[in-house]
């Protein structure tokens, strides 16, 4: 191992620092939102909407 090798290895690490990443998992294990909530995300929006009450959650 040279001391470029030590330098070069520094410099990756400088470039690549760790991060949190937080992730919502829907109950059924998928991604939060899943196509299902998605679904019925826009299905309540269109009943909300033909119906003129705001009932969104």
Known sequence: MS???V???DDI???H????VTRWLCGCGE???CPDVRFARL???V???D???DDSR
Do not use: I, K, N, S
């Open 31 to 33: 991604d939060y939102p």
């Open 17 to 20: 620092p760790p991060r949190v």
């Open 43 to 45: 299905v309540r929006a």
């Open 3 to 5: 001391a470029q090798d």
């Open 7 to 9: 330098e070069d290895a």
């Open 13 to 15: 690490l400088f470039a």
């Open 51 to 53: 119906t003129g009450v």
């Open 47 to 49: 009943h909300a909407t």
